[in-house]
């Protein structure tokens, strides 16, 4: 398996202020990074802001400033705290008004335009401003609607460099073939052959001469790089693709052995399984192993957004429930690949069910008990002493495995089930053998001493691989289990005798449970109330 990782968010369009479904995309990518170095793999985590188009354009003249103070203030003062409050890992934040993407973006037009794969003509028909999209006569329909978002789209009629999309089109569905996992879920790829490919897949349009807040064409300036070519190509001016220094590039992406993974939302599906790979053919360039269509965040009445008004900010629930709580909540209730429906309901029941009930409550008792029954010492692992130690024992290797394989396929849903699963198997491993009970008979010793030795095991565990989600409460838990900064690394969840004769220290609950009545009220409030509409 590839030891260098090199994943990626979709860089998001600052028209407005971020809301929890950005938080969800770009927390999700931040578990799988933080996963993969915490398991030794070399990694590079990219998101960023894409801040060019006709849309920045006009809600900047809405708002009486130039477009570049319009995004300036949206990414600065909205997105970067945004991700600071999310505990976000990345190693880069791309802009694509930065000059290094900006003079690499005129280079890969020069490059595709000297090849013949750009080339010059005009382009009549229907343009969705908020989709950044042309539209045939018959995907708008007689209502002229944007089969997208379902605004009403305008008739354009305009000079425009195309990208020559039918040189290529073969070598995509071949590749298609020989990479089955390139698109996940499988039924995006039949989804973009079945709708895009099959039906005849036009050349795309690559600039616009209707606005000027984009990339000039250094060929022919009064056209701006139109947005797809200017954004997708993001995932590699981040690195230095063709500029001084290209270290970053060569070892996260021309190595081969990187394993390179774009997460996008569904809605931009088609521009990075169809267009993206046909751009780096054009450059000679090896293509992502996996371009993975996460589901989208949804409310009661339909998808989050901003335009429709019905999006919620991330920082109400950071603020009364904690960051790691919300991490959980986006990683555990919303299967990662497929839609979701947030509710206040199910916040504060996952954060109880799981956080409180099953995690804390083991810890809890755990210590507890260590203090109670051994001073404060967890007693040596000397082996399988009761009936159900061996397999608790082998569940916490075969978990490890099974976190390691889903994660490894990004099913990182399932690879924290797996955790949560061998908590609840720890909380009823204590009922099955009552050290209550066994403390009361000198004759039974070494079976609360086996027992206990196994819970601390367990937590350690648990504390290490929940790591990437829990980003201050996993410290919390090592601390209560006295481990050693120095010892807190993921190669030591095979070590049984790790908490050998160490002191515990009993510390706050690590989630306290919540009233639910309150706290579901607390956040359908906190949604009733008046969104922002536009950045200023």
């Excluded at 950005?22 to 960023?48: S, V």
């Excluded at 790829?189 to 209707?210: A, H, W, Y």
């Excluded at 009220?521 to 200023?536: S, T």
Aim: hydrophobic residues 35%.
């Amino acid at each position: 398996m590839a030891k260098k990782f090199y994943i990626t968010t979709p860089i998001y369009y600052p028209s407005a202020s971020p809301h929890l479904g950005h938080a969800y995309c770009t927390t999700m990518c931040d578990i799988i990074a933080r996963g993969k170095r915490m398991r030794g793999f070399e990694t590079y985590f990219l998101t960023g802001t894409d801040e060019h188009g006709e849309k920045i354009q006009k809600n900047a003249a809405a708002c009486g400033v130039t477009p570049q103070q319009f995004v300036d203030n949206i990414v600065n003062n909205k997105f970067l705290p945004l991700w600071n409050a999310m505990k976000i890992s990345n190693d880069d934040f791309i802009r694509t008004t930065q000059p290094r993407h900006v003079e690499t973006v005129q280079k890969i037009f020069s490059k595709m335009l000297e090849k013949g794969d750009i080339y010059l003509s005009s382009y009549t028909g229907w343009y969705c401003v908020h989709e950044e999209s042309y539209w045939t006569e018959t995907q708008v329909g007689e209502e002229h609607l944007c089969p997208e978002c379902h605004r009403p789209v305008e008739k354009k009629d305009e000079p425009a460099y195309f990208y020559r999309c039918s040189k290529y089109t073969k070598d995509l569905l071949k590749f298609y073939d020989e990479n089955p996992t390139f698109i996940t879920p499988e039924s995006r790829k039949n989804e973009m052959i079945n709708t895009f490919i099959k039906p005849g897949l036009q050349d795309l349009c690559v600039s616009r001469t209707s606005f000027d807040w984009g990339i000039q064409v250094r060929e022919d300036p009064k056209h701006v790089v139109y947005v797809w070519l200017d954004a997708l190509t993001n995932y590699i001016t981040a690195l230095g693709y063709d500029q001084a220094d290209d270290s970053k590039f060569q070892k996260f992406w021309n190595d081969p052995e990187t394993e390179i993974v774009h997460v996008i939302g569904a809605d931009i599906t088609r521009f990075h399984t169809i267009y993206w790979p046909m751009f780096l053919e054009s450059l000679g360039l090896r293509k992502p192993n996996r371009i993975f269509v996460h589901g989208l965040m949804m409310m009661k009445d339909g998808k989050m957004s901003k335009s429709r008004g019905n999006a919620i900010s991330a920082y109400p629930l950071i603020e009364r429930y904690g960051v790691d709580a919300v991490r959980y909540y986006l990683a555990s209730e919303i299967t990662f690949g497929q839609d979701g429906v947030f509710t206040p309901e199910d916040f504060v029941g996952r954060i109880n069910m799981d956080l409180a009930n099953n995690l804390g409550n083991l810890l809890n008792r755990t210590v507890s008990m260590i203090n109670k029954y051994f001073g404060g010492v967890t007693p040596d692992y000397v082996g399988e002493i009761n009936p159900t130690d061996k397999e608790l024992t082998d569940l916490c290797e075969k978990t490890i495995r099974a976190y390691e394989a889903l994660n490894d396929d990004l099913k990182v849903t399932e690879a924290y089930q797996e955790v949560m699963n061998l908590t609840g198997r720890a909380n009823k491993y204590i009922e099955e053998n009552a050290p209550w009970a066994l403390a009361k008979d000198p004759a039974k010793i070494e079976n609360l001493k086996s027992v206990m030795a196994h819970l601390a095991h367990v937590l350690y565990v648990v504390g290490m691989l929940m790591k990437p989600i829990l980003v201050t409460k996993s410290d919390k838990i090592f601390d209560q289990l006295g481990v050693d900064e120095d010892k807190r690394v993921y190669e030591n969840v095979h070590d049984l005798h790790l908490l050998d004769g160490v002191k515990v220290n009993k510390g706050e609950q690590l989630f306290p449970r919540l009233d639910v009545e309150a706290e579901v009220k607390y956040i359908a409030d906190m949604m009733a109330a008046p969104k922002e509409k536009a950045a200023a």
